[in-house]
């Protein structure tokens, strides 16, 4: 029986399943330029990673995967 050549889609911004190495890649553009995060074996660990770079890269224009629960969250980690 043929395997399902389906390809694997992130839910999240900045997550994409890498095919030759089996994981899923975080990346995060920023001004035009890529900058690679790296490779996750879990999903939400490659989202969480992009909104860490996106905090500390995009302060400006904040774009995360994971909502802060209050104002003082959000103070706390920017």
């Not at 029986?1 to 997550?15: A, E, N, P, T």
């Not at 890529?34 to 909104?51: P, R, S, T, W």
């Amino acid at each position: 029986m043929k395997q399902s050549s389906k390809v694997k889609r992130s839910q999240w911004k900045g997550v994409v399943w890498d095919k030759s190495h089996e994981r899923w890649k975080a990346r995060i553009f920023v001004k035009g330029k890529m900058h690679y995060l790296g490779l996750f074996d879990d999903e939400d660990v490659a989202a969480k990673a992009y909104d860490a770079a996106s905090i500390h890269l995009r302060k400006d224009s904040l774009k995360i995967n994971f909502p802060f629960n209050s104002e003082r969250e959000r103070r706390n980690i920017t």
